[in-house]
């Protein structure tokens, strides 16, 4: 069994190319964002206790992902490995799917700070099929509806404006960035331009992953 991290900060395009990289490797992608706005939305005990902390662009505490991450791993198909977007950010993340799971890549996303902002205001995304896209960089073919699934019902973040943007950057320096190290100490960590065209980064992401 071996599974992926995809890894950077907010609007690496870590969801982009791990719906790109699923249909690759055929591993399924767990996003924790994703899951936590579900559970938001459901409004379980999980999602009213993070809700608070995702509208401060803040992270959720480690014991909350962690309790996810485990009910996550026992679904059938984690059976070939998973492919992880969005986690861990923290090293006690990271040290608990270690016991949980083995990762045999991390892929770090890089992109500077300065295109963080405009990438995350301008995101929006098919409420059908989740398919990410972007007003000015990678906006639908036709105006409103999905190009995979015909939906128009596309959706923008609670927490896609500017000051939260610039706090969940600020989580990322403080809490998620030494996690790079922690897997290059690993031996697993593999660096990609993300301030490139989306194409460009999936073709060197599948190259890092052999
Ligand atoms: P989450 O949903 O994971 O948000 P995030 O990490 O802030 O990442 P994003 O989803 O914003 O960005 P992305 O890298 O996926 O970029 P995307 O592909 O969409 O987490 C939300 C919140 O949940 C957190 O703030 C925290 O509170 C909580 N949380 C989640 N996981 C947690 C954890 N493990 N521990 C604790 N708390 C946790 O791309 C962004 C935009 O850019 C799109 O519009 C896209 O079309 C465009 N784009 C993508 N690539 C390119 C490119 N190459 N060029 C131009 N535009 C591009």
């Not at 706005?37 to 480690?62: Q, S």
């Not at 485990?70 to 923290?90: E, H």
């Not at 770090?108 to 960089?137: K, L, M, Q, W």
Request: net charge negative; glycine share 10%.
């Amino acid at each position: 069994m071996s599974s992926i991290v995809l890894f950077g900060p907010p609007g690496a395009g870590k969801g982009t190319q791990a719906a790109r990289i699923t249909q690759t490797t055929g591993l399924p992608q767990v996003s924790t964002g994703d899951m936590l706005r579900a559970a938001v939305k459901n409004g379980t005990k999980t999602g009213i206790e993070a809700k608070k902390y995702m509208d401060a662009g803040k992270l959720v505490p480690d014991s909350i992902i962690i309790d996810l991450i485990k009910d996550r791993v026992q679904d059938p198909d984690a059976v070939k490995g998973l492919m992880f977007d969005g986690f861990p950010r923290t090293i006690p993340q990271a040290e608990a799917l270690s016991n949980i799971i083995e990762v045999t890549h991390v892929i770090a996303i890089n992109v500077p700070d300065e295109r963080i902002v405009e990438r995350i205001c301008g995101r929006y995304s098919c409420g059908s099929c989740g398919i990410v896209y972007h007003d000015t960089f990678n906006p639908t073919k036709q105006d409103g509806v999905c190009d995979e699934c015909g939906s128009t019902d596309m959706k923008r973040r609670a927490d896609d404006n500017e000051d939260t943007v610039l706090q969940r950057l600020s989580a990322y320096h403080e809490q998620t960035s030494p996690l790079a190290d922690w897997y290059d100490g690993l031996g697993i960590l593999r660096n990609v331009n993300g301030d490139k065209a989306i194409d460009e980064i999936t073709k060197d992401i599948l190259i890092a992953l052999n």
